[in-house]
């Protein structure tokens, strides 16, 4: 891109494949709700909230009631829900822009209850039940009782019903029972006359490991942006990278050696070096920690970065192509030429997990929006703009 010293491209095209294979993995019956917290990633909430309506994803689940209202007042239509716990305090904007909560208390049933009241329409909510995560929601041994409790408080529906797992992609028996506790609440729960609209617990890994978990709906985030949860996981299904993450050299410099680079000093040149320099740092989302430890593509080879990641910028050891110029790409995660650097590079070399290295890319770098092989629009600090 010409405009930009540093930006992500999207493939919508690459988005709209996932889900595709995803639904090849559930009965045709099942909805999907896609994961959209975290600016969906990292990958920009508006516009792929826009295309997932396209690709008839039938929900969007993200975080906080900020997330739920910036879709709200871009004209997104979905019903969307609020996945973590909110504060009683919100309850009248959620309700004012039609978003569902979930519920992990009676007392915030109850406070729900209220609201709808004040408001004047129902309150939708999806109980969270704790069947192993060890985080929110209702303990399994009180989920029973105080799901019917909430049942008869005026002003509420209860929508839907959810759990969640921390290692559907490591630990099967554990896995298992925890649906096999959930199935159970959820039986003895329709069997006393409640029935929940929506029933949804399988994440990306436990779409591809536990059929038993689909119920009828599912909740991918990871895998419709292209990557696999574990690397275990990778073979079992064909997606792909919906994100590149491109910059350019602005500036070339040849350093002799014994030269320090960046704060520090932890670089000296062992020799001359050609150094480029491109305008990324961690104020755009790179890792200090890939500080002399990272790579990025170059002509389609893997090159060092040297010295530390710095705010707005990073260095780099182009020394194998002394005609490097100005204004040549680099890539920081994805193909270029015969070269790839994936997330998951990305994440061994700095010590986390891919979902990080996609979520912390900030707001500065520009969004570049692929269709059919062109540029569709772009998603600037300004908002998003069709091309």
Not at 330 to 343: D, K, L
Request: with cysteine; net charge negative.
């Amino acid at each position: 891109m010409d405009r930009f010293p540093a930006w992500v491209e999207v493939s919508l095209d690459a988005m709209k494949w996932n889900i595709d294979r995803i639904r090849e993995h559930i009965p045709g019956n099942v909805r999907i709700l896609l994961v959209v917290k975290a600016d969906a990633y990292g990958h920009g909430a508006v516009r792929i909230a826009r295309f997932a309506a396209e690709c008839d994803v039938h929900m969007l689940g993200v975080a906080t009631l900020d997330e739920g209202k910036e879709l709200r007042e871009a004209g997104i239509t979905l019903p969307i829900l609020i996945l973590s716990p909110v504060l009683t305090e919100e309850l009248d904007h959620v309700l004012e822009n039609g978003l569902a909560v979930t519920a992990s208390t009676f007392d915030f049933a109850v406070e729900a209850s209220r609201a709808a009241g004040r408001c004047g329409r129902p309150c939708a909510l999806h109980v969270e039940v704790d069947t192993g995560m060890g985080r929110a929601g209702l303990g399994q041994e009180e989920a029973i009782e105080t799901i019917q409790k909430m049942k008869r408080l005026e002003g509420i529906e209860l929508e839907g019903i959810f759990t969640h797992f921390p290692a559907s992609d490591s630990d099967a028996d554990f896995t298992r029972d925890q649906i096999a506790s959930f199935t159970g609440i959820v039986d003895t729960l329709q069997e006393a006359g409640i029935a929940f609209t929506y029933i949804h617990c399988a994440n990306s890994a436990a779409i591809l490991n536990f059929p038993s978990s689909h119920f009828n709906m599912i909740r991918p985030g990871l895998l419709v942006y292209g990557h696999a949860p574990s690397v275990v996981l990778r073979d079992r299904i064909e997606v792909l990278p919906i994100m590149s993450f491109k910059t350019k050299l602005v500036l070339v410099r040849n350093m002799p050696t014994g030269a320090s680079i960046s704060y520090g000093r932890t670089y000296i040149t062992p020799e001359p070096v050609k150094m480029g320099i491109v305008p990324v740092g961690y104020g755009h989302g790179m890792s200090h920690r890939l500080s002399n430890e990272g790579r990025m593509l170059f002509r389609g080879e893997r090159v060092p970065i040297i010295g530390r990641v710095t705010m707005d910028m990073t260095m780099i050891d182009l020394s194998e192509f002394p005609d490097a110029q100005v204004g040549e790409e680099v890539v920081i995660f994805g193909r270029q030429g015969e070269g790839e650097i994936t997330a998951d590079h990305i994440a061994q070399w700095d010590g986390t997990l891919n979902y990080e290295v996609l979520c912390r890319i900030s707001k500065r770098v520009v969004r570049v929006y692929i269709k059919s092989g062109k540029v569709d629009s772009l998603k600037t600090l300004l908002g998003v703009h069709e091309v």
